[in-house]
């Protein structure tokens, strides 16, 4: 009885992933705001019953979508930037290879596309996976309490969204905007938080 149950299951994970497969292969030409149920069933050769059996609504099917992507993404970063000893230049390369990779792929760039309502935005804000993997990426780098680490992770969030939709002048105008914005931020160095700390005892000792 549970290898019977393991399979079917199995087979619905396999099924699931095709249909999102088939929402992809769409995304990839179409802005995804733009992609309903309908056209989905037909890319993945299936009944509109067959599809909601699966996914309920479009909502359900985006999430997945995006979750889905976001773990293979966080995947490609991590192997590409894992190597890199030095805390603010792994998260300098992190951010700049995330922002590249999903530029590169015809389906996630369609996500943050300005011809369009740009729903990839929103998408980030509202995914505790993609807030929970930026956290984790952020807590690899630098140790810190798990509410300021959040905070951190959905300012991040936001900040690389808007570079998605609205881009800087070239790859190392980004680069320089989070080097000089970001970073310090995110991973700050013993210098940072001692001139944080300075600034922080002028400011109190000014207003007594």
Not at 34 to 55: E, H, K, Q, W
Not at 117 to 131: T, Y
Not at 167 to 188: H, K, N, T
Not at 189 to 194: K, V
Request: one cysteine or more; glycine letters at 4%.
């Amino acid at each position: 009885m549970a290898s019977k149950d393991w399979l079917s299951s199995r087979r619905a994970e396999v099924a699931a992933d095709r249909i999102l497969d088939a929402a992809g292969e769409l995304f990839a030409d179409h802005p995804a705001s733009g992609v309903g149920m309908n056209d989905i069933a037909r890319a993945a050769g299936c009944s509109r019953a067959t599809l909601y059996r699966y996914f309920e609504n479009r909502e359900v099917l985006y999430t997945a979508y995006v979750h889905r992507e976001s773990f293979r993404l966080y995947e490609q970063m991590n192997e590409l930037t894992g190597g890199i000893p030095d805390p603010r230049e792994r998260l300098l390369h992190g951010l700049t290879t995330s922002m590249r990779l999903v530029r590169e792929s015809p389906a996630l760039s369609s996500w943050f596309a300005t011809a369009d309502s740009p729903i990839g935005a929103e998408m980030a804000e509202q995914s505790e996976v993609i807030q929970a993997l930026t956290s984790g990426f952020l807590l690899s780098l630098h140790q810190d309490a798990p509410d300021v680490v959040h905070r951190r992770a959905r300012w991040l969030v936001r900040v690389l969204t808007s570079l998605l939709i609205f881009p800087g002048r070239d790859a190392e105008d980004e680069r320089a905007i989070l080097e000089e914005f970001v970073v310090p931020m995110m991973c700050p160095s013993e210098t940072d938080s001692a001139v944080a700390t300075s600034s922080l005892h002028t400011d109190r000792d000014s207003s007594t």
